[in-house]
Nanobody, 115 residues
Framework: QVQLVESGGGLVQAGGSLRLSCAAS????????MGWSRQAPGKQREFLAS???????NYADSVKGRFTISRDNAKNTVYLQMNSLKPEDTAVYYC?????????WGRGTQVTVSS
């Protein structure tokens, strides 16, 4: 089955941390084509972080220095470590992978940051 499954979301106070996980089916695990986005209520989906084709990382300015993307190839899993969380980080967080240049999305995990 081709799928991405996110986990690790929840409720956290401002200034706190969470680590999100994205487990991918073996057949679609391509770490250099994976990343994270989020969508807040009433807003468009926003890119957050990804791996580049050469194995580097890329971050949106809004999360640079606070969020870190990483991976465990043995577990077919990509992570998003989120520190210094702010109320405006409240959103549904999605991981994605690119298949043939098109994104495949997971179902998302809710992150709520209280002030």
């Amino acid at each position: 089955q081709v799928q991405l499954v996110e986990s690790g979301g929840g409720l956290v106070q401002a200034g706190g941390s969470l680590r999100l996980s994205c487990a991918a089916s073996v057949s679609i695990f391509r770490p250099n084509a994976m990343g994270w986005s989020r969508q807040a209520p009433g807003k468009q989906r926003e890119f957050l972080a990804s791996f580049t084709s050469d194995g580097g990382t890329n971050y949106a300015d809004s999360v640079k220095g606070r969020f870190t993307i990483s991976r465990d190839n043995a577990k077919n899993t990509v992570y998003l470590q989120m520190n210094s969380l702010k109320p405006e980080d409240t959103a549904v967080y999605y991981c994605y992978t690119l298949l043939g240049g098109l994104p495949l999305w997971g179902r998302g995990t809710q992150v709520t940051v209280s002030s």
